[in-house]
């Protein structure tokens, strides 16, 4: 009767490693998530080449969100849910023109950035350190777009200061 019961047997995996940095994918998921949605919300309002621009960082968003749920299956845990876009469109700022939209596409890519930088000092992993870093690097890409839209310089400073 006890060899029915299980005996010696592991209990089975309930989900990540404690650690495994799958809590913390799942905070920038949600952040990615809601990146979707919002560029859908300012896509609303532009028209033309900043239109094109938006759509393509919504797309890379969203492939952004699919490496971050392979990346938590991969360490044994379950992506959390989605809101809805409605639900997410509730804390966003009104959008009423193209000059909003770039505005707050800025403000979220900026949000972002800082999200995977502070993530890279957080993840316990190589991989996941690497895995952050590219979508950081897309993230900073995304930002010195949307600035150029605004008809800013891509960057706000130099990233190096002093001399060589």
Known sequence: MLASCGGGDPPPSTGPEPGSGAALLGSLLALERAAVAAFGACAEQLNGRPLEEVRAIRAQERSHARRLERLIRGLGGEPPP??????????????????????????????????????????????????????????????????????????????????L
Do not use: M, W
């Not at 316990?124 to 800013?152: F, K, M, W, Y």
């Open 82 to 163: 989605g809101r809805s876009a409605e639900e997410y469109a509730r804390s966003f700022p009104r959008l009423e023109s193209p000059a909003d939209a770039l505005r707050f596409a800025e403000d979220l890519k900026e949000r972002e950035v800082r999200a995977y930088l502070e993530a890279l000092t957080e993840l316990p992993s190589l991989e996941l350190r690497t895995q952050a870093s590219r979508i950081c690097a897309d993230e900073g890409n995304h930002l010195g777009a949307i600035r150029v839209l605004r008809g800013l310089p891509a960057a706000q400073g130099p990233f190096v200061t002093g001399a």
